[in-house]
């Protein structure tokens, strides 16, 4: 199973953006790149999802290089509801091969 | 509209117990899968249905656990003879199936703590 390595933590301020970075090397040709996101004691949340262009929805942007071997998940201005632990997985799309492989994510704090 | 429940939402279990764990998924959603989150991790996968087919359990530690789904809606884990290195939050996440990346909502999660 491919994998992901992403730093352990990060901190911001508020209203500032966030560039959370995502490092998949082995990735294959078929792997989607998803972010979830886990706020404390809750489930894990969608945030984003791509395959090679860059993405965009009401949460986040997600930046995918062109050798698609890295990607950056953008908070263009954090809040403190963002303080949460983001997760970057690659998911497989052939056959079964649907689970989702989580590595630790990066624990993010945002500062008032 | 209403999300994936899971209940209970805490459980807490005497070494040896059996217990089980329901998760009601988002209405209409044909996959559905099992996750086990230790403290301080990130989940680990543990068995996937779609509908009320078992395509892969390949993450379920022991034979100790069983899942089923058997009307292909409600699926039910189910831990004998518990540990207490099964104390753990269980998470079930249902999505849609569909062609590509497919987005998986998740539930609250149960917290099981084996005494």
């Known amino acids: 199973d491919a994998k992901t390595t992403q730093p352990n933590s990060m901190e911001s301020n508020e209203e500032e953006p966030v560039h959370l970075p995502c490092n998949h090397s082995t990735i294959s040709g078929t792997d989607y790149i998803h972010w979830y996101r886990q706020l404390p004691s809750q489930g894990p949340e969608y945030v984003i999802h791509g395959l090679t262009s860059n993405v965009n929805n009401r949460m986040a942007s997600l930046a995918i290089a062109e050798d698609r071997k890295s990607s950056t998940l953008i908070l263009h201005r954090a809040t403190l509801r963002d303080a949460a632990v983001y997760y970057c997985i690659l998911r497989g799309n052939a056959g079964n091969n649907r689970k989702l492989i989580w590595g630790l994510g990066t624990s993010l704090a945002v500062n008032p | 509209g209403a999300g994936v429940s899971q209940s209970p939402r805490y459980k807490v279990a005497k070494r040896g117990q059996d217990v089980a764990l329901r998760c009601d998924p988002i209405?209409?959603?044909?996959?559905l899968f099992w996750y086990q989150q230790a403290l301080g991790q990130g989940p680990e996968f543990l068995t996937y249905?779609?509908?009320?087919?078992?395509?892969?359990k390949s993450g379920l530690p022991s034979d100790r656990f069983f899942a089923e789904r058997p009307e292909g809606s409600v699926s039910t884990l189910k831990i004998q003879r518990t540990q207490q290195e099964d104390s753990a939050v269980y998470l079930c996440a249902s999505s849609l199936r569909r062609f590509g990346g497919e987005t998986q909502y998740f539930g609250p999660g149960t917290r099981l703590l084996v005494l």
């Open positions: 209405s209409g959603h044909v996959s």
């Open positions: 249905f779609q509908n009320e087919a078992q395509l892969d």
